[in-house]
T-cell receptor
Framework: AQSVTQPDIHITVSEGASLELRCNYS??????LFWYVQSPGQGLQLLLK??????LVQGIKGFEAEFKRSQSSFNLRKPSVHWSDAAEYFC?????????????FGQGTRLTINP | KAGVTQTPRYLIKTRGQQVTLSCSPI?????VSWYQQTPGQGLQFLFE???????NKGNFPGRFSGRQFSNSRSEMNVSTLELGDSALYLC?????????????????FGNGTRLTVT
């Protein structure tokens, strides 16, 4: 069975600073990996996804993530954060054998932006 | 294109009652999945439907059930509500035409139904 760990429950960064959110997964075969963002009172919005191929994937809103199989990680990065990036971020893993609909989510990282 | 629509947005129920939540997927999407989000357990998969058939089920008791109609709209029902059922229930749809192994159609989530059980 898959599992996901997001080690940081809460991160605070200054506006304009760079950001890296950590995600470690556990799955024996090829994982499907996703990052979602959730603003207060809203559902989840897909930021980016990785299935195979190039290990650096680009997403919306200037986010990117890098898949590192050797470290079982899929960290999310952004070079310069904006106040509107304040939200909760979820990493999720799916199994290639089951498809991308049944996901296991991490506990989330809440991002606060200092002006 | 309209997104995933969930109704109602908020519900307050009493312990022991039952509740039905509704989800309309993005037009053309035939796969609908349901997730429960709580502060303690996080996001957990409930079940997935495709073409009116339940394809996958999470680890929830039988009090949680769902169905999908021929127009792909879906409902989930929770019977004999418990305080621990208080949660945000999220519905997601995908454009998958052949769900299952190798399917890469990502989930598109609605804004959820906030259920409070008192």
């Amino acid at each position: 069975a898959q599992s996901v760990t997001q080690p940081d429950i809460h991160i605070t960064v200054s506006e304009g600073a760079s950001l890296e959110l950590r995600c470690n997964y556990s799955y024996g075969a090829t994982p499907y990996l996703f990052w979602y963002v959730q603003s207060p009172g809203q559902g989840l919005q897909l930021l980016l996804k990785y299935f195979s191929g190039d290990t650096l994937v680009q997403g919306i809103k200037g986010f990117e993530a890098e898949f590192k199989r050797s470290q079982s990680s899929f960290n999310l990065r952004k070079p310069s954060v904006h106040w509107s990036d304040a939200a909760e971020y979820f990493c999720a893993v799916g199994a290639e054998t089951q498809g991308a609909q049944k996901l296991v989510f991490g506990q989330g990282t809440r991002l606060t932006i200092n002006p | 294109k309209a997104g995933v629509t969930q109704t109602p947005r908020y519900l307050i129920k009493t312990r022991g009652q039952q509740v039905t939540l509704s989800c309309s997927p993005i037009s053309g999407h035939r796969s609908v999945s349901w997730y429960q989000q709580t502060p303690g357990q996080g996001l957990q998969f409930l079940f997935e439907y495709f073409s009116e058939t339940q394809r996958n089920k999470g680890n929830f008791p039988g009090r949680f059930s769902g169905r999908q109609f021929s127009n792909s709209r879906s409902e989930m029902n929770v019977s004999t509500l418990e305080l621990g059922d208080s949660a945000l229930y999220l519905c997601a749809s995908s454009s998958s035409l052949t769900p299952g192994q190798g399917d890469r159609s990502p989930l598109h989530f609605g804004n959820g139904t906030r259920l409070t059980v008192t």
